[in-house]
């Protein structure tokens, strides 16, 4: 048995404009790393967090109670009966404080090295729990559209009400997603403690209506519908003026061939759904868009159906 497990764990699109704590989308190419290694004694410590240019991490603590990483991990292998200590290193690919769900993919990267380690290794979806336990530390509540995505890849839906079960959906054909990252910053759990605990029965009836055309439209690959329903009437007009490019990149957006656009979980991160023939225009104009009110920015794109977690080593 190995005594040293790597596992990668995606950013995601928390809420995906539509479905408020309950719709997630995992992205390609940019995640989280975690080497999870056998050590002396018992319990999981953190050995180091290391920052994309391969440095520690300046801002990021190597207290095991305050790691998402960690906190994940150590709440899977104190289940599970994990033989030995347990100790990991953090390798951080996804900005902080970005919302494209970075405590989620530390979490998640962290179960997934941990189990791997177990006697008895877990089936991914039973993962979920832990991983949860982690992002709960971090955001200060409960909602499961980073984790879910970031563990199982793809378009899921998890309302907080069907916990721990999952679906996975049906993705478009020939829909990318473009995320702009802006060199701002919001930290989610403030975000989630400013917002309405009510909306009216017209904003709640019309976001229902938009959810289920919305998943539907991804199913059938309808992208008039998709451009019809990619919409959040109760809290991204309640965030909007957090993010002060918002308004300027959504524009841009939909200018260029936007499906739909809308804030990456709390923001600052801003995401697009598009036809894939326009997708590298449309990242370019959300840039430009950016970048014109003097905010650096950096744009990923990727297809709906981006793979989930997985052990690399
Ligand atoms: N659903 C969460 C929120 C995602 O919008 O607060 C945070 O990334």
Redesign the pocket.
């Known amino acids: 048995m190995s005594d040293s497990v790597t596992a990668f764990a995606p950013a995601s699109i928390?809420?995906l404009g539509v479905g408020?704590?309950m719709l997630g989308l995992a992205l390609a190419d940019v995640g989280d790393r975690v080497t999870a290694r056998r050590a002396d004694g018992d319990g999981v410590r953190v050995a180091a967090v290391y920052g994309l240019d391969g440095e520690p991490h300046p801002y990021l603590s190597a207290d095991t109670n305050q790691n998402t990483a960690s906190i994940a991990a150590a709440a899977l292998w104190g289940d599970k009966g994990g033989q030995s200590g347990l100790e990991l290193s953090i390798r951080k690919g996804v900005p902080l404080q970005s919302?494209m769900?970075s405590s989620?993919a530390s979490a998640v990267a962290g179960v997934v090295a941990a189990n791997a380690l177990l006697p008895e290794p877990l089936a991914t979806e039973a993962l979920l729990p832990y991983a949860l336990e982690g992002e709960k530390f971090a955001?200060g509540?409960l909602?499961a559209?980073?984790v879910a995505p970031s563990l199982l890849g793809g378009l899921v839906l998890c309302p907080t009400v069907l916990l721990p079960r999952t679906v996975n959906l049906e993705v478009p054909d020939g829909v990318s997603a473009v995320l702009l990252h802006p060199e701002l910053s919001v930290n989610?759990a403030h975000?989630?403690r400013g917002l309405a605990r009510g909306c009216t029965v017209e904003q709640w009836l019309a976001q229902q209506g938009y959810l289920a055309g919305f998943i539907t439209a991804c199913a059938r690959s309808d992208i008039e519908l998709i451009r019809a329903t990619l919409k959040d009437v109760i809290?991204e007009p309640q965030r909007a003026e957090s993010v002060k490019c918002f308004e300027d990149v959504r524009a841009a957006a939909l200018a260029s061939g936007a499906l739909g656009c809308s804030?990456?979980?709390?923001g600052p991160s801003i995401f697009a759904l598009v036809e894939d023939r326009h997708a590298k225009n449309l990242a370019v104009c959300m840039e430009q868009a950016c970048r014109a009110l003097g905010i650096d920015c950096q744009t990923w794109i990727s297809p709906m159906d981006a793979p989930g977690a997985r052990v690399e080593t």
């Open positions: 928390g809420n408020f704590d919302g769900g989620a955001s509540g909602h559209d980073n989610t975000s989630r809290i804030l990456s979980g709390s």
